[in-house]
Every structure is written in C-alpha cells, then in structure tokens.
C-alpha cells in the first residue's frame, strides 16, 4: 500500500514536472529533448513499477485461487472418497447380506433334502421290514395250507392203516378169510388218499 502511495505521488509528481517543463524556459545547455528524455525515464520507471506491482497481485491472485482451487479440489476428492467408501460400504453390506441370506436358503434347502433322505430311508427299511413280514406270513400261511392238510391226510391214514391192519389181523387170526370190514376199510383208506 505505501508503494501505491509512493507510485501515486511519483506520478502526480510527473504530471507536475510535465506541466512545469512546458511552461518552463530551459536553459541553453539544457535542451527540451533532454528534459523529455529525463522525462521519459521516469515515465518509463513509473510504468515498468506499475507493471511489476500488478503483476504480483496477479500472481498472489494467482496463487490465491490456485490455493482455493487445490482447496476445494482437495475437499471435492475428500467427500467423493468418502462417498465412494459409504457407497462400498453398503454394497458390501448388501452383498453380504445377499450371501448370509443365499447361504441360510442353502442351509434350509439342505435340511429339508436331509429330512427327505431321511424319511425316504425309514420308508424304505419300514417297506423292507414289511415285505419281510409279508414273505414270513407267507411262507406260514402256505405251510398252514400245506402242511396241516398233509398232516391230517398222514394221520388218517396212519390210524387208517392201523386200524385195517388190526382188523386184518384179527380176521385173519380168527376166521382166516376177509371180511365186509376189510373191504370198507381199504375203500376208506383209497378215497382217503386220492
């Protein structure tokens, strides 16, 4: 600011002189392009100081919004990060949430197939256990159809037998020829075993 002052004063001073050395009578060893040439340096001193000052508040300027700039650059880089970091932040908590949700519907699904294998295994050893049971009561069945009727058949024929032999016997031993009983008991024991 005091080289403003000092510039400004230097100036009106030119202004002066200018005014001073037109209406002035110069000397003779002194010369009007003298004076202009003096002038001209001080006009030209003047100028090139001007200059310079301008430019420094230029490049202060300068540097002031390049500051400001940079500033804000830094802070717009700042919040974008951090918009990218809370944005990261909830996809990866979306996407988590997405996979504990993926991997319990897994879990869930795994356990209903584990349930199914399971009940599917106890069907299956339940049908086999029942086909077991089926074939045994089968086989007592057919030997109950079989057997019991066999059995009857081969115990009357056994008593049968016994009793034509008896007989047999005891008409040969007393009368020595065959009877009407024989007759009917080998009758009986021929229908028997057709």
Same mark, same amino acid.
């Given at each position: 600011?005091?080289?403003?002052?000092?510039?400004?004063?230097?100036?009106?001073?030119?202004?002066?002189?200018?005014?001073?050395?037109?209406?002035?009578?110069?000397?003779?060893?002194?010369?009007?392009?003298?004076?202009?040439?003096?002038?001209?340096?001080?006009?030209?001193?003047?100028?090139?100081?001007?200059?310079?000052?301008?430019?420094?508040?230029?490049?202060?300027?300068?540097?002031?919004?390049?500051?400001?700039?940079?500033?804000?650059?830094?802070?717009?880089?700042?919040?974008?990060?951090?918009?990218?970091?809370?944005?990261?932040?909830?996809?990866?908590? /979306?996407?988590?949430?997405?996979?504990?949700?993926? /991997?319990?519907?897994?879990?869930?699904?795994?356990?209903?197939?584990?349930?199914?294998?399971?009940?599917?295994?106890?069907?299956?050893? /339940?049908?086999?256990?029942?086909?077991?049971?089926?074939?045994?009561?089968?086989?007592?069945?057919?030997?109950?159809?079989?057997? $019991?009727?066999?059995?009857?058949?081969?115990?009357?024929?056994?008593?049968?037998?016994?009793?034509?032999?008896?007989? /047999?016997?005891?008409?040969?031993?007393?009368?020595?020829?065959?009877?009407?009983?024989?007759?009917?008991? $080998?009758?009986? $024991?021929?229908?028997?075993?057709?």
């Amino acid at each position: 600011m005091a080289k403003e002052n000092n510039l400004s004063s230097l100036e009106s001073g030119i202004e002066t002189s200018l005014q001073e050395y037109s209406q002035m009578k110069l000397p003779s060893d002194c010369s009007k392009l003298q004076a202009i040439q003096v002038l001209t340096k001080e006009i030209n001193l003047v100028t090139s100081e001007k200059k310079r000052i301008f430019d420094q508040e230029m490049a202060e300027e300068r540097f002031e919004l390049e500051k400001d700039h940079k500033y804000w650059s830094e802070k717009f880089e700042e919040k974008k990060f951090e918009a990218e970091n809370n944005l990261n932040k909830e996809r990866l908590a /979306l996407e988590t949430k997405k996979y504990s949700d993926s /991997l319990k519907l897994e879990e869930l699904k795994l356990k209903i197939e584990t349930t199914r294998l399971d009940i599917e295994k106890t069907n299956l050893e /339940l049908n086999q256990q029942k086909a077991k049971d089926d074939q045994k009561y089968r086989y007592i069945q057919l030997g109950l159809t079989i057997v $019991v009727p066999a059995l009857t058949s081969m115990i009357s024929l056994l008593v049968y037998r016994k009793l034509a032999y008896n007989n /047999l016997k005891l008409i040969y031993m007393d009368e020595g020829r065959p009877t009407t009983d024989f007759k009917d008991a $080998v009758k009986s $024991v021929k229908n028997l075993t057709k």
